[in-house]
């Protein structure tokens, strides 16, 4: 739904006109018309409801939400990806293995009492220093 646009004439000091350079290709618009109506339309908005402390919130609103929106997803993939990654770890070690249930149980639990010391900061290294009997 594109609206119908005309020429207007608008005059600005060199100051503004200096921001809209300065601006308009970091907010992500193709033209200095398209930053400047952005603009019209922002400013606009407050006008409209007296003041930024109605109008402000909802517009951080609008772009948190987006912005989390798209992070949460993108964290979403990547832990499916790693949890992928891991079933085929864990059956591939499984495969080798000659553990037994028990010693699993063992191992879980003190590998949880270490995520949680640690804070997840688990290293393959000391990982294999308890195994091998070196700690």
């Known amino acids: 739904m ?15 006109w200096t921001e809209v350079q300065k601006h308009y290709k970091e907010d992500n618009c193709s033209t200095l018309n398209e930053y400047i109506e952005k603009a019209i339309r922002f400013y606009s908005g407050y006008l ?3 003041g930024a402390d109605e109008y402000l919130p909802r517009v951080l609103a609008g772009i948190l939400d987006g912005k989390l929106g798209a992070l949460g997803d993108r964290v979403g993939r990547l832990l499916f990806k790693l949890a992928v990654d891991d ?3 864990a059956n591939l070690v499984a495969a080798a293995s000659s553990a037994d249930l028990d010693t ?3 191992l879980r639990a003190r590998c949880v009492r270490e995520v949680k010391e640690t ?8 990982a294999l220093k308890y195994q091998k009997g070196l700690e």
């Open 87 to 89: 079933a085929v770890m």
């Open 119 to 126: 804070n997840g900061q688990v290293s393959f290294e000391d």
């Open 2 to 16: 594109s609206e119908e646009k005309h020429r207007h004439t608008v005059w600005l000091t060199d100051e503004a």
């Open 48 to 50: 409209d409801t007296e």
């Open 104 to 106: 699993l149980r063992r």
